[in-house]
């Protein structure tokens, strides 16, 4: 099956850009400890972060003394580090928010196509800081979670939702072993 486009290269060239700005793709630096968890609850042996950007998840996650977990970076403004990779957890953390809308759902399927066992995914609903280089917002998806949670529904099943400063996040896993599965606050 050929891969569906994710992004555009217009758009792709507008993130590579923004990705010179030090301050711009920080986010994961604030999840790593809830990653960390994770990786521990869940026993995960890799991690895919989808929207790597500079791999300040894995840095973090490094300081965090997280061991013996592969890391597999992804992002279309860095094609360096290679298409995505399927792992136990597939982080994708302050992404959603920046596709393009008429990509969504490719970038979903994406997602649950490299999805082995969990998955961790943050989104912010509001408004970004920044501003991408044609004036737009850098959140071109500025939408609450009754509209996002539907959607995730279709490619995951949410197992945790938690809220957080300015979005939420959630746990998920593949529709189909969701059934069985230990909710993060039990495992």
């Known amino acids: 099956m050929e891969a ?18 030090p301050h711009y793709g920080v986010a994961s630096i604030g999840y790593a400890p809830i990653v960390k ?3 521990e609850q869940f026993g995960a042996r890799s991690i895919s972060d989808y929207g790597a950007g500079k ?18 970076p992804y992002d279309p403004a ?10 136990d957890l597939v982080c994708c953390i302050d992404v959603l928010e920046h ?24 989104i912010h609903t509001g408004a970004a800081r920044k501003v991408l ?10 939408k609450p979670r ?13 197992i945790h939702l938690q ?5 939420f996040w959630v746990v998920a896993m593949p529709r189909s072993e969701a059934l069985d599965a230990p909710s993060p606050e039990s495992a």
């Not at 596709?99 to 943050?122: H, M, Q």
């Not at 009754?146 to 949410?158: A, G, M």
């Open 4 to 21: 569906r486009p994710t992004i555009t290269e217009e758009y792709r060239r507008q993130q590579q850009e923004l990705h010179r700005n």
């Open 37 to 39: 968890q994770l990786v």
């Open 55 to 72: 791999c300040n998840l894995k840095r973090k996650l490094d300081e965090l003394g997280v061991k013996g977990v592969e890391y597999f």
């Open 78 to 87: 860095f094609p360096e580090y290679g298409p995505p990779s399927p792992a």
């Open 99 to 122: 596709i393009e809308p008429d990509y969504l759902d490719n970038v979903l399927g994406e997602l649950r196509g490299i999805l082995r066992k969990y998955a961790f995914l943050t």
């Open 133 to 142: 280089s044609d004036g737009r917002n850098a959140h071109l998806i500025q």
């Open 146 to 158: 009754s509209w996002w949670l539907p959607i995730l529904s279709k490619y995951f099943e949410v």
């Open 163 to 167: 809220g957080s400063a300015g979005g």
